[in-house]
């Protein structure tokens, strides 16, 4: 296994484990498809109650479509049914 591919595995189980996380990068991956996510960051660098270390992670994971479109299908394949 390369080294990236394990370093991306543990963040898709980071994210897919935290609820609001999940969520949110979830909603910037169909913002991604959609080709829609611009109008998402500018409310995002605008929003006053996240912190600079938070919009930073933001901006960067948005900033890189791949990622999101593989974090939304690991979510998706790990997703256990009930």
Not at 55 to 63: R, Y
Request: glycine share 4%; aromatic share 6%; no cysteine.
């Amino acid at each position: 296994m390369l080294p990236g591919w394990h370093q991306n595995l543990e963040s898709f189980e980071a994210i897919s484990q935290d609820d609001l996380t999940r969520g949110v990068v979830l909603r910037m991956a169909a913002l991604s498809q959609a080709g829609s996510l611009a109008p998402f960051l500018v409310e995002l660098a605008d929003d006053g109650e996240l912190d600079d270390a938070t919009k930073v992670s933001l901006q960067e994971i948005a900033s890189d479509p791949a990622f999101l479109l593989a974090v939304e299908d690991y979510v998706h394949r790990t997703e256990i049914l009930h």
